[in-house]
């Protein structure tokens, strides 16, 4: 399995972006898809999950409100990120496993990141 993270930019406080996350393979409705993202210096956290077959969403409280994590067809995951903060500034990563969990260990296969820059 792979995913591809794409979607990453330099905007501006207040602005919109979305991420997207392309699965080789169709993902399996047991799946547990996530977005995590680490900042310069800081530990990997979890930003948003999402039960692949009931759609089934949760959020770090930091983005709770802003980010919307949805699924595309068979293969394909977004964030969209609104009234994006500098302290969003990161790599933002795609990941897949099969626990309900926030923990990067509990995640198998993730992609390779993107970088959302978000300037004041």
């Known amino acids: 399995v792979q995913l591809q993270a794409s979607g990453g930019g330099l905007v501006q406080a207040g602005d919109s972006l979305r991420l997207s996350c392309a699965a080789s393979g169709r993902i399996f409705s047991s799946a547990v898809m996530a977005w995590f993202r680490q900042a310069p210096g800081k530990e990997r956290e979890s930003v948003a999950l999402i039960r692949w077959g009931v759609g089934r969403t949760n959020y770090a409280d930091s983005v709770k409100g802003r980010f919307t994590i949805s699924k595309y067809g068979p293969d394909t995951m977004y964030l969209q990120m609104n009234s994006l903060k500098p302290e969003d500034t990161a790599v933002y990563f795609c990941?897949?496993?099969?626990?309900?969990?926030?923990?990067?260990?509990?995640?198998?296969?993730w992609g390779q990141g993107t970088l959302v820059t978000v300037s004041s």
């Open positions: 990941a897949r496993g099969t626990q309900w969990a926030f923990e990067a260990n509990a995640y198998n296969y």
